[in-house]
């Protein structure tokens, strides 16, 4: 909540008589959600002709309505919870884990009670080793750097403080080299190639990043390798490595989707949603018996993106250390099938 609204008072107009306390307040002040306005209730923060009321109080109109202070919601921590780990790599300082897709590294901001204490990463961590960095708080122990929920693979855990600032440090200064597997829409003709666009939040759809220039873009560069390129009957796909220099959200999804080739099922960044028969449809002998077709459609439910290896120096030993995690089964199976067309 903004200074202004430190202390106010509000006049209830007589066409709000009949209206829940909580909703007439959060209506009244910006930026103030109706949950904050409960909290802040709770907390006595919130008063109607000077004494306290619960948030379901229904006004006649013509009170006055005072609003002291900020609701201050209880600081969460993140519970441990027996998730099961693939832990590629572990010490007395760090630990390497494999993290399944589908799987969040920590809770959000904007979350729920339930789903912040639920089914990450971290609570999975706490559950696994217990004591953890707190340098990232309490929502984030142990963690240094990210990978996106429908996205698998590699990700590096501080176990103490003092490994944690030796990691943040290395990855500042890109001494940790990072290497993803992905499978693009399209046929890539270069076999390698460097995308050096700047990232930063897209002005317009605020759940996406984008290269277009903005005022709080950031330096981004991604070296890709092609792989094997695939002519199927569901199209034209790139099976890639990129190593990443910089660690921008949504870095490799950005810089791919910019060059023409988004990550396959990737719908934030234009992967389809599911591939269709192309020859089935090629071969129907009308437009409307195309639009009719019923092809063969395959459907992936994550992005093909996957943290294959990892090689950094222990941050305090300073011996190389060169991990891997290969490609796990689902996306090994669409591999398949798309390669059997």
Do not use: C, W
């Not at 176990?159 to 200064?173: E, G, P, T, V, W």
């Amino acid at each position: 909540m903004s200074e202004t609204h430190a202390l106010r008072e509000i006049a209830v107009p007589a066409e709000a008589a009949g209206q829940r306390l909580d909703r007439f307040v959060a209506g009244h002040l910006e930026g103030m959600s109706r949950s904050r306005v409960q909290l802040l209730i709770e907390q006595g923060g919130l008063r109607v002709e000077g004494q306290p009321q619960k948030a379901s109080f229904k006004l006649r109109g013509g009170e006055r309505v005072t609003v002291a202070g900020e609701p201050h919601p209880a600081p969460l921590r993140a519970a441990p919870e027996a998730i099961p780990l693939d832990v590629v790599y572990e010490d007395n300082d760090l630990a390497v884990v494999n993290k399944p897709a589908g799987m969040m590294v920590h809770a959000g901001a904007g979350a729920t009670e339930e789903a912040r204490n639920q089914g990450t990463l971290v609570n999975a961590l706490l559950y696994r080793f217990q004591m953890l960095s707190l340098m990232g708080g309490e929502l984030r122990p142990g963690i240094v750097h990210r990978l996106d929920k429908e996205t698998s693979g590699l990700i590096v855990v501080a176990k103490n403080d003092r490994a944690h600032a030796a990691l943040s440090a290395m990855f500042a200064a890109r001494r940790v080299e990072k290497t993803y597997l992905a499978l693009v829409h399209g046929t890539i003709e270069r076999d390698k190639g460097t995308i050096t666009a700047p990232i930063g939040r897209d002005p317009v759809r605020r759940t996406r990043m984008s290269t277009r220039p903005g005022e709080q873009t950031r330096s981004a560069v991604s070296h890709y390798r092609v792989l094997r390129r695939l002519e199927t009957r569901f199209g034209r796909f790139t099976l890639v490595s990129v190593r990443i220099e910089t660690g921008r959200t949504h870095q490799i999804r950005v810089h791919m989707a910019s060059i023409g080739h988004p990550v396959v099922g990737d719908t934030l960044y234009g992967g389809a949603a599911q591939l269709r028969d192309q020859r089935a449809l090629a071969a129907a002998p009308s437009r409307a018996a195309r639009r009719n077709a019923e092809p063969e459609t395959l459907r992936l439910g994550r992005n093909f993106l996957h943290a294959a290896q990892l090689a950094l120096a222990h941050p305090l030993t300073g011996k190389p250390m060169q991990l891997e995690a290969p490609l796990p089964a689902e996306l090994t199976t669409f591999l398949a099938r798309l390669e059997a067309g």
